[in-house]
């Protein structure tokens, strides 16, 4: 029955990481305040699809923890850690992609006069998404960072996998300190591609591990 267990998670995994590269290749570049307006349809449809594949990260990261899970429980702190990021992630695709385009849409008869008081609220929701933005980069290397130390030490999974998980790391360290800016939509994609990468790749390993 674990078999069984391990392997729907893995799979969970792999369909979270294609719908997350799914997500990030349609999704539109932003713009003004009239360009949001008119791609509101697109931005809808790639939030929510980002919305959707959630669960199945979750799902998918459950069973991972239970996989490597031992003496220590560090493999559900990684769960815990990346819960946060998730709910942090569905925050920002709300706001971004399903209320912003709705709340806009109101005013779109008559943009240009309500353009002063549209960009203060407009860019406090931006700050917001940002910080979400964040919270979701930094529970997901923190996340993988003790998936990858527990599959280094437990060998449950092949270590490859774990290396790779704090390379990403490291990546995204340097990066920091180097000002590189993750919540732009290349950064963002960048790193949403390099997870995704690790989602699937452990996807499949779990999918062919035994107990």
Known sequence: METKFYQSAGFSLAIASFLAITTMLLHPSGGNLGHIIKIANPLRITHALAIFCLPFILFGFYGLSQRLSGHWRLSTLAFIIMSFGLFAGMLAALFNGLVLPYFLNQYSENLTGSIDTLRPIINYGFAINKALAYV???????????YSACVIVSKKLPKWIGFFGIIILIVAILGALTNFVFTSLVGFR???????GWILCSGILLVKSNN
């Open 136 to 146: 979701l980069i930094v529970s997901f290397c923190l996340g993988i960072a003790l």
């Open 190 to 196: 960048i790193f949403i591609f390099s997870i995704a």
